[in-house]
Structure formats: C-alpha cells, structure tokens
C-alpha cells in the first residue's frame, strides 16, 4: 500500500478538460481519466470540472494522485471512480477519500517541560520527523513534579481552530501515569492524572500524539 502526502496533493494541478474529456456525459471519459492520470506521474491533482462524465470502465488513480471532484460533477455510465491506491477529494460532500496512508508534514512543534514537571526539570526529546499533526516525545521530571502538565507543545503554525489531539503512552512507565491532552489554536498541554516520579532523566517517559483540526 503506498503512502499520499499533503505534498503530493498539491504536487500539480491538471484539468480533466485538458486530456478530452466529455462534460455532456455523452462520450467516454474514461480515457481521459487515464491521460491525466498518466501525465501526474505519481504527483498531483486532477480537477474535474462541473458537468457530466461517463465512464464506461471504472478508474483509480495511482498511488500519489488524488481525483478532485468540482461542486456540480456528476459521474455516469457503467464504471465507477474508486480511490484505489491514489486519492480523492470529493468537494461536493466534503469527502477526502484515501486509498494509501495520509502522511502530516512541515516543521516540528517546540516543547518545554510544563508548568508541574518539578524544579529544574530536563528538557524534553522530540521524536525526528515530528510535525504539528503527528509526533511523539520523551521527558523526565524535575524535582517533586505533581500531577497536572509535564510538557507544553506550541505548535510550528498554529490551527484556525483549537484541534482535537490524541496522546498515546508509549511505555508502562507513561501508561500508569494517566496522561490526558488539553489544546489551543497554538498548542497543546500534555498533562498526568498522577505525578511522575521526581528527577527522572528524559528518555523516561514517551508519548506519541496526533492532532486533526
């Protein structure tokens, strides 16, 4: 199963009514279907413009290719459209539909040991690769931490609206310290249900996160 990327998404923007496509729905637009999706070379978007499009047989796009379907398109005949190992975006329902991984890129979110990490606590490790929708890290304690936050995130670009974020314990240490996220449009608040164990270095404890806004 390959994987598609925001950055693949926005590789390249091809019309359908480049490659001969029929918007009445009176001839096939499979072939056309198949030239755009030839000339994305793996890379990119092909817009669909309102109107009818007949498909005799049905199409998927490769694997790094995602279908934009227009306000107003309408899909006929006896093929049908399917993901595939490719994507497609549906923006007559809203619908982003995903044959492959969904990757998160850009630059890493910033971390700092949190308001009831302890006195002098280390600071903590972000995983390589780490960017504002999905990550992980590892932190340690101060001395006498309390329950409440252990590490404050502020995220690289900040989100238009406050998302939702899933914190995952990594490790039985991190699992028994109940974890629990807390979010705002710039970052978000890792915090215990139970206090860490005091001077601890900060490959102790270990989480992953993902963020959807």
Known sequence: MSSISI???LGGLLSLADFGADSTGNADSYPAFRAANASANGKGLIYVPPGTYRLASSFSPSAGV??????????????SLTAGSGGIL??????LTVGGH??????????????????????????????????????GSGT????GQQVAVTFATAFAAAPVVVVIPRNAATQALGLYATST??????SSASAPAGDQANTT??????CIG
């Open 7 to 9: 950055t693949n998404l």
């Open 66 to 79: 995602t279908v934009l379907l227009a306000p107003g398109v309408t899909l006929t005949g006896a093929g």
């Open 90 to 95: 549906d923006l007559r329902s809203g619908n």
């Open 102 to 139: 969904l990757l998160g890129s850009g630059a890493a979110p910033s971390m700092a040991a949190g308001t009831d990490n302890g006195a002098t606590p280390p600071d903590p490790v972000v995983d390589t690769g780490a960017s504002d929708t999905r990550g992980g890290a590892t932190f």
């Open 144 to 147: 006498t931490p309390a329950a």
């Open 185 to 190: 449009v710039s970052g978000f608040s890792v």
């Open 205 to 210: 404890y270990s989480f992953a996160y993902v």
